[in-house]
């Protein structure tokens, strides 16, 4: 959402890391600057490696919880952080990605996907361990995927003050990247949603040399080549007339506050023309950026964070949420705000962080735990919940009371039961993300009269909110589970 969209002024983004179960453990950490040093060379989950060109930078980031010593992802037992989905760095820039999409098969067939290109699980560390700026971020991924390759498909947001670039690549070495405008709303639910965009506008747009080329050469090229004009989401992406699943539908009935975005059984029936964006007027010059998505009025956080709580946006799959909140007006280490949150995002509270002053986040976030077990027989002791389809248990780790996503992840459990605890349990999760805004407000007030002590009075605010948040959901969950 852009700042004109906004009831603070302030560009608000963000994305919920989903898993194809639910009980896929994260955690959420500061990683300080020199982790990874110049000159060393950074080996992902998947064949991508990476030399540093400087001591890294500082930032926040998401991480599947890898603390037995395995990856959950490769397996591999070699130093690195699995899967970091989003997070900001010392200098304000702001990274989200590992938004898998799925390429046109017949643009891989002439581009094919490259096995040691950059996953998307090594996005947002190697960007915010090397970028300043949204555009240094634009440009050294835009890079890689020319030089080393993508080995997967999917899209990338990455922002700082000044600017917001989306990022799409769908085959091996082609990509398009376009500046995002200050009175625009956009949506990305796995799927494509860069259309018909002139390549001309090179303020705006960044694209990869043979992006028509490799398309021509599949035969599935839409647009005007004469023009320099493509339809990059129908000639990429791998549906070729609609979207695919409900969140779409989901999301643009929320945004305009209506129900007449629909889907048929097999999760398609919203046309591209309603999610897509152009730089082209109707008389086919360029403009500003644009789609048909439009708000109710300007929204508030309240409004961005029930976005991603509205099923099945918010769904048991869900792994993590993040949200960024960056003032263009701002030019303290207090312009962005994070908020975060762990497991269904239709139960979870957001907590926020201060990331560019945030030191140290609280153990609970951080500590990493053995991943569940399944068993077809019930067990006698522990935590344990029955899986929906009657095919066994999921076993909670040992020591799970003292994780902040465990309790997070019992809560879905809980209210999985019925309509009455999954109300009880909306009730609960209101009462203390109220509490969460109105205890934020007053870290923001201290933090802006602390001067020099700012990052300790933000470090320690977030501390006390986190803390205060576990302690009232794992009361709850305790409660429901001795019953």
Same mark, same amino acid.
């Given at each position: 959402?852009?700042?004109?969209?906004?009831?603070?002024?302030? =560009?608000?983004?963000?994305?919920?890391?989903?898993?194809?179960?639910?009980? %896929?453990?994260?955690?959420?950490?500061?990683?300080?600057?020199?982790?990874?040093?110049?000159?060393?060379?950074?080996?992902?989950? %998947?064949?991508?490696?990476?030399?540093?060109?400087?001591?890294?930078?500082?930032?926040?980031?998401?991480?599947?919880?890898?603390?037995?010593?395995?990856?959950?992802?490769?397996?591999?037992?070699?130093?690195?952080?699995?899967?970091?989905?989003?997070?900001?760095?010392?200098?304000?820039?702001?990274?989200?990605?590992?938004?898998?999409?799925?390429?046109?098969?017949?643009?891989?067939?002439?581009?094919?996907?490259?096995?040691?290109?950059?996953?998307?699980?090594?996005?947002?560390?190697?960007?915010?361990?090397?970028?300043?700026?949204?555009?240094?971020?634009?440009?050294?991924?835009?890079?890689?995927?020319?030089?080393?390759?993508?080995?997967?498909?999917?899209?990338?947001?990455?922002?700082?003050?000044?600017?917001?670039?989306?990022?799409?690549?769908?085959?091996?070495?082609?990509?398009?990247?376009?500046?995002?405008?200050?009175?625009?709303?956009?949506?990305?639910?796995?799927?494509?949603?860069?259309?018909?965009?002139?390549?001309?506008?090179?303020?705006?747009?960044?694209?990869?040399?043979?992006?028509?080329?490799?398309?021509?050469?599949?035969?599935?090229?839409?647009?005007?080549?004469?023009?320099?004009?493509?339809?990059?989401?129908?000639?990429?992406?791998?549906?070729?007339?609609?979207? =695919?699943?409900?969140?779409?539908?989901?999301?643009?009935?929320?945004?305009?506050?209506?129900?007449?975005?629909?889907?048929?059984?097999?999760?398609?029936?919203?046309?591209?023309?309603?999610?897509?964006?152009?730089?082209?007027?109707?008389?086919?010059?360029?403009?500003?950026?644009?789609?048909?998505?439009?708000?109710?009025?300007?929204?508030?956080?309240?409004?961005?964070?029930?976005?991603?709580?509205?099923?099945?946006?918010?769904?048991?799959?869900?792994?993590?949420?993040?949200?960024?909140?960056?003032?263009?007006?701002?030019?303290?280490?207090?312009?962005?705000?994070?908020?975060?949150?762990?497991?269904?995002?239709?139960?979870?509270?957001?907590?926020?962080?201060?990331?560019?002053?945030?030191?140290?986040?609280?153990?609970?976030?951080?500590?990493?735990?053995?991943?569940?077990?399944?068993?077809?027989?019930?067990?006698?002791?522990?935590?344990?919940?029955?899986?929906?389809?009657?095919?066994?248990?999921?076993?909670?780790?040992?020591?799970?009371?003292?994780?902040?996503?465990?309790?997070?992840?019992?809560?879905?459990?809980?209210?999985?039961?019925?309509?009455?605890?999954?109300?009880?349990?909306?009730?609960?999760?209101?009462?203390?993300?109220?509490?969460? %805004?109105?205890?934020?407000?007053?870290?923001?007030?201290?933090?802006?009269?602390?001067?020099?002590?700012?990052?300790?009075?933000?470090?320690?605010?977030?501390?006390?909110?986190?803390?205060?948040? %576990?302690?009232?959901?794992?009361?709850?969950?305790?409660?429901?589970?001795?019953?």
């Amino acid at each position: 959402m852009g700042s004109e969209l906004t009831e603070t002024g302030d =560009t608000v983004f963000g994305r919920i890391e989903d898993f194809y179960y639910s009980d %896929y453990p994260k955690i959420f950490d500061v990683y300080p600057s020199g982790a990874h040093r110049k000159g060393e060379e950074y080996q992902g989950c %998947y064949g991508f490696t990476w030399t540093f060109t400087h001591d890294s930078y500082a930032y926040t980031g998401y991480c599947d919880d890898n603390s037995q010593g395995v990856c959950p992802d490769c397996e591999g037992t070699h130093e690195h952080t699995p899967y970091q989905a989003g997070g900001t760095n010392e200098y304000g820039l702001s990274v989200t990605a590992t938004e898998t999409m799925y390429e046109n098969e017949a643009v891989t067939s002439v581009d094919p996907y490259v096995d040691t290109g950059i996953e998307e699980a090594e996005i947002t560390t190697v960007l915010l361990s090397e970028a300043a700026t949204a555009r240094e971020a634009m440009s050294l991924l835009t890079g890689i995927y020319a030089s080393a390759g993508a080995c997967t498909g999917g899209s990338v947001i990455v922002a700082d003050k000044n600017e917001t670039w989306y990022i799409e690549s769908l085959s091996g070495t082609q990509y398009i990247a376009v500046k995002l405008p200050s009175d625009m709303v956009m949506i990305c639910p796995n799927v494509s949603v860069i259309g018909l965009i002139d390549l001309d506008d090179t303020d705006n747009v960044v694209a990869s040399d043979a992006l028509v080329e490799t398309a021509v050469l599949a035969e599935c090229f839409v647009g005007d080549q004469d023009a320099n004009v493509i339809d990059f989401a129908a000639s990429y992406d791998s549906d070729g007339s609609y979207s =695919t699943g409900s969140r779409l539908a989901a999301g643009l009935n929320y945004l305009s506050g209506s129900d007449s975005f629909k889907v048929d059984a097999d999760g398609k029936g919203v046309e591209r023309s309603a999610y897509t964006m152009t730089n082209l007027d109707p008389a086919g010059s360029i403009t500003e950026l644009h789609n048909s998505i439009r708000t109710e009025g300007k929204l508030d956080l309240r409004d961005v964070i029930g976005y991603f709580r509205a099923s099945p946006i918010g769904k048991p799959a869900n792994a993590e949420t993040h949200l960024f909140q960056i003032s263009p007006t701002d030019d303290t280490a207090a312009g962005t705000i994070e908020w975060v949150s762990m497991a269904n995002c239709q139960y979870n509270v957001f907590v926020p962080f201060y990331p560019m002053l945030t030191r140290e986040v609280h153990p609970l976030l951080k500590t990493g735990h053995a991943f569940p077990e399944d068993v077809t027989e019930e067990p006698a002791e522990g935590t344990y919940f029955p899986y929906e389809d009657d095919a066994g248990y999921i076993v909670y780790p040992a020591g799970r009371e003292d994780s902040f996503y465990w309790n997070f992840a019992a809560l879905n459990h809980i209210a999985a039961e019925d309509e009455d605890a999954a109300a009880a349990v909306t009730d609960i999760r209101d009462q203390i993300q109220e509490t969460v %805004y109105s205890e934020w407000e007053k870290v923001q007030e201290e933090v802006l009269a602390a001067g020099e002590n700012a990052s300790e009075i933000a470090t320690q605010g977030s501390m006390t909110i986190t803390e205060k948040v %576990y302690q009232d959901i794992s009361s709850y969950v305790e409660s429901c589970l001795s019953q």
